[in-house]
């Protein structure tokens, strides 16, 4: 089967510990950028088709790993978050903006 998709590191391994076979490379990293985004996109809808924790989980492996190509380690991107979030709030109170 052909898949020409970005996937988690040890996948290789857990096909081969179950006697499978495996073909893989090395991206570059304009082509690990890409991929990161097409793989961005579907965890994205797996998780709205789902919203299981585990979806959820996968997203955000994924946003870190896009925050990594730009230099950012998770705690970077918390501290951007609740900087963020101190400027504007959260979505904790469920507003909807009906019209400005």
């Not at 179950?18 to 097409?38: M, V």
């Not at 789902?50 to 870190?64: N, Q, T």
Request: hydrophobic share 35%; net charge negative; with cysteine.
């Amino acid at each position: 089967m052909i898949y020409n998709k970005l996937v988690r590191d040890r996948i290789p391994e857990i096909i081969e510990s179950k006697g499978g076979t495996c073909k893989t490379r090395i991206l570059s990293d304009e082509e690990y950028a890409q991929k990161l985004d097409q793989k961005l996109g579907e965890e994205l809808a797996e998780y709205l088709e789902s919203h299981s924790p585990e979806e959820l989980a996968d997203l955000l492996e994924v946003i870190y790993a896009c925050a990594a190509l730009q230099s950012l380690s998770p705690a970077d991107l918390e501290r951007i978050r609740a900087d963020k979030a101190d400027k504007r709030g959260g979505f904790g109170e469920k507003i909807l903006l009906i019209e400005s």
